[in-house]
């Protein structure tokens, strides 16, 4: 199982990006996906997720600028994250919470590689 993120980078404050985050290979299905984050000298956290059944987790820091979105059928999560701020400066690390093949598997946390989105002032 892989999971494959794109989007991020340098951007000014005010502004918007988007990330995507695929999931790939034996799954046999998918409880939830989203986004952790981590600052420099800060410890990881949650940024947003989203279950099979759309429900949703965001980071109250994230609330009403960030939203998260879910293709299930392409195993694909997406976040939208407006009105960047500097202080969402961080790696951001896509997750998933799954069952590989055969079906009967155990749940796992699988990740992806973290990608830097730095917000300048």
């Known amino acids: 199982v892989q999971l494959q993120a794109s989007g991020g980078g340098l951007v000014q404050a005010g502004g918007s990006l988007r990330f995507s985050c695929t999931a790939s290979g034996s799954i046999s299905s998918i409880n939830r996906m989203g986004w952790y984050r981590q600052a420099p000298g800060k410890q990881r956290e949650l940024v947003a997720g989203v279950g099979s059944g759309g429900s949703t987790d965001l980071a109250d820091s994230v609330k009403g600028r960030f939203t998260i979105s879910r293709d299930n059928a392409k195993n694909t999560v997406y976040l939208q994250m407006n009105s960047l701020k500097p202080e969402d400066t961080a790696v951001y690390y896509c997750?998933?919470?799954?069952?590989?093949?055969?079906?009967?598997?155990?749940?796992?946390?699988?990740w992806g590689q973290g990608t830097q989105v730095t917000v300048s002032s």
């Open positions: 997750y998933a919470y799954l069952k590989s093949r055969p079906y009967y598997s155990t749940p796992s946390d699988y």
